[in-house]
């Protein structure tokens, strides 16, 4: 049974930086990709990041792109997420997800087999 479970989020004022934690268990990052999603309330669930096995190619979204970082520790089975220069407009729930099915935009939700439970963000001004 494949568990993804996030860790690290919380609360923030502008300009901070926080580090999410992704530990997969009964699944294996080198099979293929996991990324980062958030949800704020009346939005839709959007991509964040992704990484994918293959020379760690990552992926981000141009509104995170070069204040975010994600990277993977293959021995942990674990992702991260590093988030500097956070804004209001950050707030949001993250997700890991895991087992991207490759038939689509890899920051889209749907292409993604597998979803944690979640951790929230808050980022105050």
């Known amino acids: 049974q494949v568990q993804l479970v996030e860790v690290g989020g919380g609360s923030v004022q502008a300009g901070g930086s926080l580090r999410l934690s992704c530990a997969a268990s009964?699944?294996?990052?080198?099979?293929?990709?996991m990324g980062w999603f958030r949800q704020a309330p009346g939005n839709e669930r959007g991509g964040v990041a992704s990484?994918?096995?293959?020379?760690?190619?990552?992926y981000y979204a141009d509104s995170v792109a070069g204040r975010f970082t994600i990277s993977r520790d293959v021995d942990k089975n674990t992702v991260y997420l590093q988030m500097n220069s956070l804004t209001p407009e950050d707030t949001a729930m993250y997700s890991c997800?895991?087992?991207?099915?490759?038939?689509?935009?890899?920051?889209?939700?749907?292409?993604?087999?597998?979803w944690g439970q979640g951790t929230q963000v808050t980022v105050s001004s």
């Open positions: 997800a895991a087992d991207y099915r490759g038939t689509g935009d890899i920051l889209l939700a749907s292409q993604y087999n597998y």
């Open positions: 009964g699944y294996s990052y080198s099979w293929n990709c």
């Open positions: 990484i994918c096995a293959y020379y760690g190619r990552t």
